[in-house]
């Protein structure tokens, strides 16, 4: 075999890798409002994008433009993302919304800080985690990812895009303060070693084109603005040539679909990384900054004698449901260390359906969750 | 270049005043340690109001293993350059961990056992600009820090500073590097070179 | 393109897939802005495919989907920000939005008056008709002082918004209004502020009689056309007039037409140094 090229080393910041990783995924379009702790990502942006081949940036007056002009961009044929922090997200929902109606690929990186309201501008929290879900109104399908190191950064931001690509959606990128601010070596993959992915062109001619056809897969192909294809984009409830329409119907082939293509590909979709599970009495449930701590927790334990697991969840939405299913096999206790007051152990619990005892550790103090107070938690038994 | 130290957890801790140029020292500090040695390193800061005045914060973790908790906890060393910063994080240091202090701004150390140097009026005196501070400082701990090696820190030094303050910086460094030879002496860092005291958790 | 004349060029241009009628009630304006509108774009010969509508909402949001043209029907206030989006995404694009008068001045105002000081390369239609028609005749920013309303039942109290005004403050590249009675000169002046680089707005009055005229002393939507006839003046002429006369007349034409650089020729000029500069370093 062919000896790797060897790959490109950078100490980073989480936010510096963000904009590594979308501009290997193809992200032609920035647009964006500053907000801390999610700003060192729209100052990077700034910067490279205009030197890159075809790259726009663009400041908004406000987060809500900013999810305007990324979509519109997105309908014009460009990767986009924005990224921001929980007021902001705030002001995201509603054009967000509007993105997974119009089916439109966009990536939104949050940085969680402290809240609720303005909060804790610079210290990190996790406690955008339900709003991730269901921050828009009406019922809908999201996909939401995380990150919990500054690899990951990269990578996650990489799937993100694959993932709007792929599925015609908005794909939300949940980060903390402390990844998002943590500098560490990461390494550039090169090109080859990572699968990009872009949304399908049609190749039907335009008269037979319908944006939301009814499909096996649910995802039509999906064509730039200007290519020929003309067709109604709206956020009403409509038919598949997009036209609006109220016929119940159609309103329920549409949204049965954009729910199905989504929890359909579970398999696909739903990533998590196992850290001694298979033989683990009690498996601590984490994601972000804090399942680093879970790790070395999670190591100490089982210096201790204590058969200790780590499932770390690298989506969050749609819930690794298998995943959880499978450590519940063995498992004698679930602890779930979050910082927030507890929206990820919901899930957990849904799923769980009162079968093992499962613990929670909520800190709301912007401090991170440390390694020894879920040491501590896991030494109970 | 010989085989790198093994570590395991090694904390380093640089605080102080806004202004020093204390999270630049530990970005410097962590590049060179992670991409010119081939540590992992984790380099996180206190972010906020006090960023832009008051106190100001910057944690190293270098690791010869990947690094799950990326912050401090139980400081090897501690680099206080104030005399509040001094304060305030001394009993985050491990026994038998290292202080270093800004030896005119900390008038009062908490203990007898720490390694001073006037860095702010040695970069006035001997540099011509007290922004070469957090340099000296770091010419210093390159001496002082058995599994950093001279050579490789100053170069990663070099290759992040910007071409017209480059040599400037470049004296600074040295500055500390032969001042903390002279001053402290050249076995100050025997606390570490002992493999199995490193690798003990 | 055949020869084609009035009516003949409308129905060239509209969808005939789309199920009709429409949401307009009779006597609205809305469809002769929209008509002037596609007349405009095809005087100017742009080819359908190059021309995105971009509607906010109510009921000037409801007019994209009619027209055969690449069109986006976005959230209320927002059709802005999406302009900007695809304008900044293609610049070869035509971008033309369509908002009411709520949509523009109140929820999107903000979005209005970055688009102007950015001098994004957009068409800004703002379609104004004194009132929240969709939502049943609710005061906008644009409702005058005094009138009714089902939230001002005992008179609007606050002074309207003049659009003209603010968007000439905030530096907008051309700025005008017209009416839907005097339809050449609106088609004139659309046309133009299509054809012009950088940002430009055109304000249409046009009347609502079911939400507006009949409960503010308009008999019929045909008197509610007779006070445009009699209100609507020339700038030129109205500069002209006295100031105690000005009241109750309202300008229309063209109020400002510059020529900078849209924004996006600006990013790309910009971008084209770079690469210059990328070719020469890299010998």
């Known amino acids: 075999m062919a000896r790797r090229k060897k790959r490109k080393e950078i100490f980073a910041l989480g936010n510096e890798a963000v904009v590594e990783g979308a501009l290997l995924a193809g992200c032609s379009f920035y647009g964006g409002y500053p907000i801390t702790p999610s700003t060192e990502i729209m100052e990077i942006m700034s910067a490279r994008l205009p030197k890159t081949e075809d790259g726009v940036f663009i400041q908004l007056e406000d987060e809500i433009a900013s999810m305007g002009a990324i979509i519109g961009a997105s309908l014009a044929g460009r990767k986009a993302m924005t990224a921001t922090s929980g007021p902001g997200f705030s002001l995201m929902q509603e054009n967000l919304g509007y993105a997974i109606m119009a089916e439109t690929p966009v990536v939104l990186v949050n940085v969680m800080r402290g809240g609720p309201s303005t909060g804790l501008p610079t210290c990190p929290a996790q406690g955008d985690v339900q709003q991730a879900r269901w921050g828009t109104h009406g019922d809908h399908p999201i996909i939401v990812l995380s990150a919990s190191n500054v690899q990951e950064c990269l990578e996650m931001t990489i799937t993100a895009f694959n993932m709007a690509e792929k599925y015609r959606t908005p794909v939300i990128l949940l980060l903390d303060e402390v990844t998002a601010h943590t500098r560490e070596k990461i390494e550039i993959p090169n090109e080859g070693e990572f699968e990009v992915f872009s949304r399908t062109i049609p190749s039907m001619p335009p008269e037979w084109y319908k944006p939301y056809e ?13 290519s020929g294809y003309r067709f109604h984009v709206t956020g009403l409830t409509h038919d598949r040539n997009g036209f609006p329409s109220q016929r119940p119907e159609e309103v329920v082939e549409l949204m ?14 739903q990533l998590v990384e196992e850290i001694d599970t298979d033989d683990a009495d009690v498996v601590v449930i984490a994601y972000g900054c804090v ?6 927790a999670v190591q100490q334990a089982r210096e201790n004698g204590v058969k200790a697991g780590l499932l770390k969840l690298k989506t969050l939405f749609p819930y690794p449901r298998r995943h959880t299913e499978r450590v519940l096999a063995h498992a004698k206790s679930l602890i779930v260390p979050e910082m927030n007051m507890g929206q990820m152990s919901r899930e957990v619990k849904r799923v769980n359906m009162g079968r093992v005892p499962v613990r929670t550790i909520n800190r709301i103090d912007g401090q991170i969750v440390t390694p020894s107070e879920i040491l501590k938690v896991i030494m109970q038994g | 270049m010989k085989s790198p130290q093994e570590l395991d957890r090694f904390e380093i801790r640089f605080s102080g005043l806004g202004g020093q140029g204390i999270i630049t020292l530990g970005k410097i500090m962590g590049q060179g340690l992670a991409l010119g040695h081939g540590y992992n390193v984790t380099q996180t800061q206190s972010y906020g109001p006090e960023a832009r005045g008051g106190s100001s914060r910057c944690d190293l973790v270098i690791s010869s293993k990947p690094i799950s908790y990326p912050k401090a906890e139980s400081l090897d060393l501690l680099v206080a350059l104030s005399q509040e910063a001094c304060n305030t994080y001394y009993p985050y240091l491990k026994s038998g961990g290292v202080l270093v202090v800004e030896s005119d701004l900390v008038k ?13 009026n040695l ?4 540099i011509g600009i007290a922004q070469a501070m957090n340099t000296v400082v770091l010419g210093s701990l390159s001496f002082l820090l058995p599994f950093v090696n001279q050579g490789t820190m100053r170069k990663s030094l070099e290759s992040v500073l910007p071409s017209k303050i480059k040599a400037i910086n470049t004296k600074a460094f040295n500055l500390g590097y032969r001042l903390a030879k002279k001053q402290w002496g050249d076995d100050v860092g025997d606390v570490w070179r002992d493999e199995e005291d490193l690798t003990r958790r | 393109m055949s020869e084609i004349t009035g009516n003949e060029i409308i129905h060239q241009y509209l969808r005939h897939n789309k199920k ?5 009630c009779a006597g609205c304006g809305h469809g002769i802005v929209l008509g002037t509108l596609i007349r405009s774009i095809h005087s100017l010969g742009i080819p359908r495919d190059d021309v995105v509508v971009v509607a906010g909402i109510g009921c000037s949001g409801r007019l994209a989907v009619y027209v055969d043209f690449n069109t986006i029907h976005t959230t209320h206030g927002r059709a802005l920000t999406f302009a900007t989006g695809i304008k900044m995404a293609n610049p070869k694009l035509n971008v033309i939005t369509i908002m009411g008068d709520g949509d523009a001045l109140s929820i999107g105002g903000n979005h209005l008056i ?8 957009v068409t800004a239609l703002v379609l104004n008709n004194n009132i929240y028609g969709m939502t049943g005749g609710q005061s906008s920013p644009a409702t005058p002082l005094g009138s009714t309303t089902m939230t001002s039942p005992y008179g609007q109290l606050d002074k309207s918004f003049d659009t003209v005004e603010l968007a000439k403050g905030a530096g907008a590249n ?8 005097h339809v050449r000169k609106l088609e004139k002046i659309m046309t133009e502020a299509i054809a012009r680089p950088g940002f430009s707005l055109v304000e249409a009055i046009t009347p609502c009689h079911t939400q507006y005229g009949r409960k503010n002393k308009y008999k019929s939507p045909v008197d509610m056309y007779k006070w445009m006839k009699k209100a609507a003046i020339s700038v030129e002429r109205y500069e002209e007039l006295p100031e105690d006369q000005r009241e109750d007349r309202l300008p229309i034409g063209v109020f400002v037409a510059k020529d900078r650089p849209g924004f996006e020729e600006r990013y790309f000029a910009m971008k084209a140094e770079f690469q210059k500069k990328t070719v020469k370093g890299g010998k």
């Open chain 2, 123 to 126: 970069a006035k005196d001997k």
């Open chain 2, 108 to 120: 009062q150390s908490p203990t007898n056992r720490f390694l001073g140097l006037p860095f702010t």
């Open chain 1, 214 to 226: 009814e499909t096996v897969r649910g995802v039509s192909p999906m064509p730039p603005i200007g």
């Open chain 1, 291 to 296: 399942a680093r701590s879970a790790e070395l």
């Open chain 3, 20 to 24: 009709f009628p429409h949401v307009l």
């Open chain 3, 174 to 181: 051309y700025v005008a209004r017209g009416t839907v009675f």
């Open chain 3, 114 to 121: 970055h688009a102007a000081r950015r001098n994004i390369g």
């Open chain 1, 256 to 269: 049965e679909r954009i729910h199905r293509k989504i929890d359909q590909f579970f398999y696909d979709i």
